[in-house]
């Protein structure tokens, strides 16, 4: 079986993330890549949250790249939950997207920074005390 995933590897041209491997999202910055994380309050489905990012802006700032939802949650030790989502391409353009829209829409935005996780109302949580579900 080894030998088999090392050959797909291979002819993928990169290495596949074994289940219970998987890296926290934005936990290692990538250059063209940028993980944002914003609040799921239960209002709604987290398919329906996730399209709600970018509703209501007008014309957008986005030139370029995508927006893509990621399987991966973090529970602050407050209760509160926040879903993972990457952009790239037009790094700059997407952050002020989705940041002008969840403004307007009164979801919060989260981050990964170094140990510890940040919270746009400015509280600040070590990761260590959250609860991380790193599916897929």
């Known amino acids: ?25 934005g936990l ?16 709604t489905t987290a398919r329906k949250l996730f399209r709600m990012l970018l509703e209501g802006v007008k014309t957008s700032s ?13 529970v602050l030790p407050d209760g ?14 997407w952050r002020k997207d989705i940041v002008n829209s969840t403004r307007a829409k009164g979801i919060l935005l989260g981050k990964v920074d170094g140990n510890n996780f940040l919270v746009a109302d400015g509280s600040d949580f070590p990761l260590t005390n959250c609860v991380i579900k790193a599916e897929g």
């Open 62 to 74: 986005a030139k370029a790249g995508g927006l893509v939802s990621d399987p991966c949650t973090i």
């Open 28 to 43: 290692n910055p990538r250059e063209g890549l940028e993980v944002i994380y914003y609040q799921d309050d239960g209002r």
């Open 1 to 25: 079986m080894t030998d088999e995933l090392n050959d797909l590897e291979k002819a993928l041209g990169g290495r596949l993330t074994r289940k219970g491997q998987r890296e926290l999202p």
């Open 80 to 93: 509160r939950m926040f879903r993972a989502a990457s952009y790239h391409g037009d790094v700059d353009g």
